[in-house]
């Protein structure tokens, strides 16, 4: 009886807390507890051993069930693409994300122009679906009328209407122009503004991330900025359609995070871990064929490959699948491209925690990575031992990355000593502009590569200072890209003491200062939301009162623009709570509340179907008895 219950507790969990495909989760319900519940059978279970179980069964559930990826995929087919994409390279764009995307995720594709189609059909992605996906791709064309930006949000976004953590949710816009419904500008304003106050807020609250593509010089930027900022997405402007494979990769690497191996001079080293491995092989159009040498030295190509082997051909990447690949070095017969990828299938597999998309130069950033084992962290000393974390920062442009080591120490960013999770902070200083950040581990067996494209931005505001006759006119320019001018404060303070409010004119804040200040330096306290994540931000700056023209007469150096405050301050100012990222108790206490009722619930349940159930075993054994 005691199995009994212990077997429908683990499915009620399953089937509340996992989504979809639940096998996994139930293994590993039903394997770590099938001792427990031997031991129980024939036995009374009291409510609190029952509780306990429950308790046990949620806990498992959550931490062996990971977000299940949900991407779905919206693309303008509007006429102004004969112009922006003359060669349809919106189709094998579309065929390389069909092709990266594992089995058991949730894909569809909707194009749209003046009205929005479903492309593909949402559902689960297994091989029928890539085949009808690819299929469809095909068929992209630029016909379209209008550009309806707001009706394919509200067709792709069709039942996301509240948060489901069993989902990773992330939506892909591509457009190369503006909000155009009509011919009348008042009706084309109204769609645009139900995007940014009704569909951005219900998408944010169910935990949606919109990532953008511009595809023009003609889009309308501050809208698909404000599109990916609010929600936690990315925002990629596209010079050339060409450039759309690439971008396809780095937004399924940030929607579906994959284990990589590392390729070092065209070779990668698989091990016995392995259960599939997918080739992402980028060339140019005309090049000689991709051809890959197994390590036992066999050769394969697209026209000579064994039947394990899926090899998917297009004029400037090849995309070749392997099931269950021979441990050993592999050889990629082919030119070399940074953007190369080796994605596995693996049992054993490297885990970072997710990493902001955007920063500030002067922001720390920490990094924390662990190994994982059938779904549990690896923390065997004798293991560990033998493995090294690195970490590898190399700005856009740059000639080599900065490499870092991650230590399992108990030293900030990482928590505990000796428990297999590896931490690493970069203190600030890095360089604006576009960063791709690899996590390695290497062991003596085997290697796990992990990738991450983030942006940095020199500051939250710019500052500017002019002559308007003889005052001084001061300019607080907010980085909508970072901060969210919704929520945004500012604070002026004159050496004199006189209070002045900074003024908003459009998209700046301005305050008009005496000339009687000249040479006196006036304060600006900035706090305000991040445009994504929510999360607060303050900075202080300073500005002295001359401009560019009276530097000549001798006068003291002026300070150049933005000036930050010293890091001890802006620290300060952390350990003051106005930044603080630390602990939510408040969070806690509700999910300890949350777990709690649950429990009692389930006990009663429990407790009551099992009086039932022994009522009505005692009665069949009464009447066995008497017969």
């Known amino acids: 009886m005691a199995a009994f219950l212990c077997k429908i507790a683990g499915n009620l969990v399953v089937r509340t807390f996992i989504p979809g495909e639940e096998g996994i989760a139930k293994i590993y319900l039903f394997h770590g507890y099938s001792a427990e519940c031997k031991r129980l059978t024939g036995k009374v279970m009291t409510i609190?051993?029952?509780?306990?179980?429950?308790?046990?069964?949620?806990?498992?559930?959550?931490?062996?069930?990971?977000?299940?990826?949900?991407?779905?995929?919206?693309?303008?087919?509007?006429?102004?693409?004969?112009?922006?994409?003359?060669?349809?390279?919106?189709?094998?764009?579309?065929?390389?994300?069909?092709?990266?995307?594992?089995?058991?995720?949730?894909?569809?594709?909707?194009?749209?122009?003046?009205?929005?189609?479903?492309?593909?059909?949402?559902?689960?992605?297994?091989?029928?679906?890539?085949?009808?996906?690819?299929?469809?791709?095909?068929?992209?064309?630029?016909?379209?009328?209008?550009?309806?930006?707001?009706?394919?949000?509200?067709?792709?976004?069709?039942?996301?209407?509240?948060?489901?953590?069993?989902?990773?949710?992330?939506l892909i816009l591509l457009t190369d122009g503006m909000v155009d419904?009509?011919?009348?500008?008042?009706v084309n304003q109204a769609s645009r503004r139900r995007i940014l106050e009704y569909w951005l807020p219900r998408l944010k609250k169910a935990k949606v991330r919109v990532h953008t593509v511009a595809l023009s010089d003609g889009v309308d930027r501050a809208l698909l900025n404000r599109i990916s900022s609010y929600t936690g997405g990315w925002y990629e402007q596209v010079d050339n359609a060409e450039q759309l494979q690439r971008v396809f990769l780095r937004l399924f690497e940030k929607s579906a995070p994959q284990d990589t191996l590392p390729i070092k001079g065209n070779r990668f080293r698989v091990d016995k871990n392995v259960q599939d491995m997918t080739l992402l092989v980028f060339h140019k159009p005309g090049a000689a064929a991709v051809k890959i040498r197994t390590p036992s030295g066999k050769q394969w190509s697209a026209q000579q490959a064994p039947g394990k082997v899926s090899w998917f051909e297009e004029d400037s990447y090849d995309l070749i699948t392997v099931k269950r690949p021979e441990a050993g070095e592999w050889v990629l017969e082919s030119k070399s491209d940074p953007d190369n990828r080796v994605m596995v299938v693996t049992n054993l597999s490297l885990k970072v925690d997710p990493l902001a998309d955007q920063i500030l130069a002067d922001e720390k950033l920490d990094v924390t990575a662990r190994l994982m084992e059938k779904g549990r962290i690896l923390h065997k000393p004798d293991f560990l031992k033998l493995v090294q974390f690195t970490l590898l920062d190399q700005?856009?442009?740059?000639?080599?990355?900065?490499?870092?080591?991650?230590?399992?120490?108990?030293?900030?960013?990482?928590?505990?000593?000796?428990?297999?999770?590896?931490?690493?902070?970069?203190?600030?200083?890095?360089?604006?502009?576009?960063?791709?950040?690899?996590?390695?581990?290497?062991?003596?067996?085997?290697?796990?590569?992990?990738?991450?494209?983030?942006?940095?931005?020199?500051?939250?505001?710019?500052?500017?200072?002019?002559?308007?006759?003889?005052?001084?006119?001061?300019?607080?320019?907010?980085?909508?890209?970072?901060?969210?001018?919704?929520?945004l404060q500012l604070e002026l303070q004159r050496p004199d003491g006189v209070a002045t409010e900074l003024v908003r004119h459009d998209k700046s804040w301005q305050a008009l200062l005496p000339a009687t200040l000249k040479g006196k330096t006036v304060k600006i306290?900035?706090?305000?939301?991040?445009?994504?994540?929510?999360?607060?931000?303050?900075?202080?700056?300073?500005?002295?009162?001359?401009?560019a023209g009276e530097k000549k007469e001798h006068?003291?150096?002026?300070?150049?623009?933005?000036?930050?405050?010293?890091?001890?301050?802006?620290?300060?100012?952390?350990?003051?709570?106005?930044?603080?990222?630390?602990?939510?108790?408040?969070?806690?206490?509700?999910?300890?509340?949350?777990?709690?009722?649950?429990?009692?619930?389930?006990?009663?349940l429990f407790w009551l179907y099992y009086k039932k159930r022994k009522q009505k075993i005692d009665a069949e054994e009464e009447a066995e008895m008497k017969i």
């Open 48 to 170: 609190k051993t029952l509780l306990m179980m429950v308790l046990l069964c949620q806990v498992f559930s959550v931490l062996a069930g990971q977000p299940v990826p949900d991407i779905r995929v919206a693309i303008d087919v509007s006429g102004s693409m004969k112009k922006n994409d003359p060669h349809h390279l919106r189709t094998p764009a579309l065929k390389l994300l069909v092709g990266l995307m594992p089995e058991g995720m949730y894909s569809g594709v909707w194009t749209f122009g003046q009205y929005v189609n479903m492309q593909v059909k949402y559902g689960k992605v297994d091989d029928a679906w890539k085949r009808r996906a690819r299929k469809e791709a095909g068929k992209i064309h630029s016909l379209g009328r209008y550009t309806n930006i707001e009706e394919a949000i509200q067709r792709a976004s069709f039942n996301w209407k509240k948060a489901d953590p069993r989902f990773n949710r992330n």
């Open 181 to 186: 419904i009509s011919r009348d500008a008042d």
């Open 395 to 487: 700005p856009q442009g740059a000639p080599d990355a900065e490499s870092f080591t991650l230590h399992d120490d108990g030293q900030i960013p990482d928590k505990k000593a000796a428990d297999g999770i590896y931490g690493k902070r970069l203190n600030g200083g890095l360089a604006e502009g576009m960063h791709t950040l690899v996590v390695r581990a290497d062991g003596a067996t085997f290697q796990r590569e992990f990738r991450h494209s983030y942006r940095v931005f020199k500051g939250a505001a710019g500052i500017k200072l002019k002559r308007q006759a003889e005052d001084f006119l001061l300019e607080v320019i907010p980085n909508e890209k970072v901060i969210d001018l919704e929520t």
């Open 525 to 547: 306290k900035l706090s305000a939301k991040r445009s994504s994540g929510g999360k607060s931000i303050t900075r202080e700056y300073t500005q002295k009162l001359i401009t």
């Open 555 to 604: 006068t003291p150096k002026a300070t150049a623009g933005e000036e930050l405050k010293t890091r001890a301050e802006t620290d300060k100012k952390d350990e003051a709570g106005e930044e603080h990222t630390g602990l939510d108790w408040t969070m806690v206490i509700w999910l300890a509340i949350l777990i709690n009722l649950m429990l009692i619930i389930f006990g009663i």
